[in-house]
């Protein structure tokens, strides 16, 4: 079933770099501190990681196996696979959660560049924590300023995108990601020679068992598929790129470790330096964008240029997290556009930027101007938040779940996880167990829960 003249990605570690890229982003640097903070530390990560393990590893190796064996995007992929049946719906809904969830996260990580702007030009020096705030919510409901921004972003990955996969999205990817290590390592070496570190590492690692509770529980697991980029076909398809070579469970390891490692450091970085100045961890989303720069203003305040410095690199590692995520979001679309309407890559990757500037547009006004016009008494951009990760991402990781573990024939799924017959798979019998029942079943207990149906 190898089609010679799709694209491949070139090397094994271009094949694990660019999925990391795709997985670690905002949902690592912004979004995990925030719901480690607001669930209590060490509990939570402790539950995050079970939930890794158990749901997220098995769920990547069967998007990697169902996008590598079909050679297509998310939506061709289960037209393939399981021709004339709904399954399809399946792959059509990821394409549609990938364009929603680009249209928000790149406010988001337009901010990010604002932010690069702020700190490089030294505008956080001197300011009150009520300073962080009215100038975060100035500049957030500017109704120009975000959406310059936005558009710059939007290009930036549209520019990638163009390029291809193995010289846009791969070659990207190998520079990006080292650098994206080396700022984290940096940093969060400065965060833990504060005085006072320890009671920020302590947060991390003391689990206080006594504050979990089933929303502990779930919160995790949502999280888990959000930062590890699946339910919608976004790593699906950039299996269809891997070569028949790529071993699916190592890479799923790998990816999973590398963002989990990244999540951590993340919290290395941000709560010994929160904790060494005072600051509460619950911040929630404001987080990064308000409480930070004051953090690291206030603890570094003896050293000056380590302050600049340090709010520099923070936000330029931010941005450069979140580039190589929006990426993979549009690949989703872009990939689906030109593979199922026979566009070019360019035509079809120039639509998406197009209908993403709208979609950000309007996001991003919604903020601010538009505030008044809610549906369901959400603004657009937390009703975009909202019906993708809470809605269609669970919905799309328990689907996968059923098609791989109970549809497809365990002949293509004992191929694609063996490469053929030439790898051992020590793991396989535990892997269809957790795809058949234990994944099925806990996902359906999240959405069900987040909905609101059900009081745990
Ligand atoms: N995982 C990315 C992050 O942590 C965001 C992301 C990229 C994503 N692609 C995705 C989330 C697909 C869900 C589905 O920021």
Sequence with gaps: MTNNNRANFGSKIGVILASAGSAVGLGNIWRFPYETGNHGGAAFILIYLACVLVLGIPIMVSEFLIGRRSQANTAGAYQKLAPRTHWRWVGRMGVLAGFLILGYYSV??????????????????GKTAADYISSFTTFSTNPWRPLVWLVLFLLSTHFIIA??????????????????????????????????????????????????NASVFLGAMGQAFFSLSLGMGCLCTYASYFKPD???????????????????????????AAFSVGIQPDAGPSLIFITLPNVFQQAFSGVPLLAYVSSVLFYVLLAVAALTS????HEVVTAYLHEEFQLS???????????????GILCSLSLGVGKEYTLFGLTLFDLFDFVTAKIMLPLGGLFIALFTGWYLDKK???????NKGTL??????????????IAPIAIALIFIKEL???KL
């Excluded at 293509?412 to 063996?418: L, P």
């Design 345 to 359: 890559r360019k035509r079809a990757a120039s639509l998406v930027t197009g209908g993403c500037i709208f979609l």
């Design 452 to 454: 609101g149906f059900l």
């Design 424 to 437: 051992k798979m020590p793991f396989y019998k535990l892997l269809i167990f957790i795809l058949k029942f």
């Design 246 to 272: 790529t071993n699916l469970t190592k890479t799923a390891f790998s990816v999973s470790l590398i963002d989990t490692f990244v999540a951590i450091l993340a919290g290395l970085i941000i709560f010994p």
């Design 412 to 418: 293509i799924v004992r191929e694609e996880v063996s």
């Design 163 to 212: 390029r291809g996969v193995e010289k846009g999205i791969e070659k990207s990817a190998k520079i990006m990601m080292p650098m994206l290590f080396i700022l984290l390592l940096i940093l969060a070496v400065c965060s833990l020679s504060l005085p006072g570190a320890g009671t920020g590492v302590e947060f991390l690692l003391k689990p206080e068992w006594e504050k979990v």
């Design 108 to 125: 988001v990580a337009g901010w990010t560049l604002e932010f690069i702007i702020e700190a490089a030009s030294g505008s956080f020096v």
């Design 326 to 329: 929006t990426i993979s979001l």
